[in-house]
């Protein structure tokens, strides 16, 4: 059963940090890897999305990494801005079974301190 | 990009009620669709996948009586929750798949249900 986790839970950071957030997943046969930031009481927002045969993709200021032998994935904000806020969801594609799914991180909460 | 909207944005009903959510892809066809609840604080947990004209595949642990999924178009798929409890509020978050099988999902902006 695929388990996807990440570290940390929360995370609060000076404006203009740079920072890492942490993505693993426990079975390495995922199609791709998505990143979704999420607003308090809102849908989610649409990121980052990795294939399973890419290493990184990048948008803007940020930049999310692959390693499936590992199980990890990265995304990486630069030059963070208060408006950066929110809870960044990581969630692992998988096909096959009876239906394909993603299967979401449990999220990490950023607040960046003006 | 690709627009999904969810109706209502908040609902609030009385124990024992059904409660009826819309998820509609505005600009594309989504042959499946997928139905999620996320409790406060906690992440996003798949119910259910929708397929477009036939019966939806529901995971682990949710009543498919309870939680009834209709995906009648490839635009449009309803969520009913039957005989709603107060544990049943929660925020419910569709999402559509663009390019079928590829795991582009575009998500609705929720639904709050308070069951009181």
């Not at chain 1, 999310?64 to 929110?86: E, F, M, N, V, W």
């Not at chain 2, 039957?82 to 902006?109: N, V």
Request: charged residues 15%; contains cysteine; proline residues 4%.
């Amino acid at each position: 059963k695929q388990e996807v986790t990440q570290i940390p839970a929360a995370l609060s950071v000076p404006e203009g940090e740079n920072l890492v957030l942490n993505c693993s997943f426990t079975d390495s046969a995922i199609y791709n890897l998505q990143w979704f930031r999420q607003d308090p009481g809102k849908g989610l927002t649409s990121l980052l999305l990795i294939q399973s045969s890419q290493r990184e993709q990048t948008s803007g200021r940020l930049n999310a990494s692959l390693d499936k032998s590992s199980g990890r994935s990265t995304l990486y904000i630069a030059a963070s801005q208060p408006g950066d806020s929110a809870t960044y969801l990581c969630a692992a594609f998988l096909i096959g079974g009876a239906t394909n799914k993603l299967i979401f991180g449990t999220g990490t909460l950023l607040a960046v301190q003006p | 990009g690709a627009v999904v909207s969810q109706h209502p944005s908040w609902v609030i009903c009385k124990s024992g009620t059904s409660v009826k959510i819309e998820c509609r892809s505005l600009d594309f066809q989504a042959t499946t669709m997928f139905w999620y609840r996320q409790f406060p604080k906690q992440s996003l947990m798949l119910m259910a996948t929708s397929n477009e004209g036939s019966k939806a595949t529901y995971e682990q642990g949710v009543e498919k009586d309870k939680f009834l999924i209709n995906h009648a178009s490839l635009t449009l798929s309803t969520l009913t929750v039957t005989s709603a409890h107060p544990e049943d509020s929660s925020f419910y978050i569709c999402s559509c798949e663009k390019g079928q099988g590829r795991g582009e999902q575009y998500f609705g902006p929720g639904t709050r249900l308070t069951v009181t």
